[in-house]
């Protein structure tokens, strides 16, 4: 009868030990008890589950996965002027909506900065597991004014999550104005054929003035 009375009280002291113990490490925040090491279980978790497929989901994670320039429609590295548009895709793998901001920036080759775009139209969201296109449009007002010919450089730069996590990506792309050089050429063309008129002239001239010279000396 002791026996047990004894065995009974060295579980009751045991639980109680016990439950000391989970109350005391949870509440410090012990790492064996907060990852479930001793406990056999998982407190921590740190991804999300898809509602739709159930598919583990790392946190926080946007990717851009298009980049590019255009101009009436049409992508192309190759422009005339501007206005010109950009547009970018980003990819949400996440479970939950994400807000993300961002700026795109304008530069020469040189790293000279022309002008900055604010991507605040961006904020609306991206939907979980879903792709989102944005675009902006850039007009000679945004550069200050300065009307571009030659080599420019976009910088994308987007910014989300609480951690405040950064995604970058960069293009290149040519501003040549075709009308303009086309009527380069052509005023080029018509210079060089008065040029060559005039040469024309000048020559038959001088050959007429030398053949009366010769005919008057043989008189």
């Not at 005339?80 to 994400?98: A, H, M, R, V, Y």
């Not at 970058?168 to 060559?196: E, M, R, Y």
């Amino acid at each position: 009868m002791s026996l047990t009375i004894k065995s009974a009280s060295r579980v009751i002291v045991l639980s109680a030990l016990l439950l000391t113990a989970l109350d005391t490490g949870l509440a410090v925040g012990y790492p064996q008890f907060l990852s479930g090491e001793n406990l056999g279980i998982a407190l921590v978790n740190d991804t999300k589950s898809s509602p739709q497929t159930g598919k583990k989901l790392p946190l926080n994670k946007l990717e851009i996965t298009d980049f590019n320039v255009s101009q009436g429609g049409q992508a192309s590295s190759l422009l005339q002027g501007l206005p010109i548009t950009f547009s970018e895709q980003i990819k949400n793998d996440e479970g939950t909506i994400e807000h993300p901001g961002g700026s795109l920036t304008i530069l020469e080759p040189n790293g000279h900065i022309l002008g900055i775009i604010n991507l605040d139209h961006i904020l609306g969201g991206i939907k979980p597991l879903s792709k989102a296109t944005f675009s902006e449009v850039l007009n000679t007002k945004d550069i200050g004014g300065v009307h571009l010919f030659g080599q420019y450089i976009a910088r994308l730069k987007i910014i989300y999550g609480k951690n405040a996590n950064v995604l970058t990506d960069k293009l290149s792309f040519w501003i040549i104005p075709l009308n303009l050089i086309v009527s380069l050429i052509v005023i080029l063309i018509i210079g060089l054929v008065i040029v060559h008129r005039i040469i024309r002239h000048t020559f038959r001239r001088t050959k007429l003035i030398n053949a009366n010279l010769k005919t008057g000396r043989s008189r």
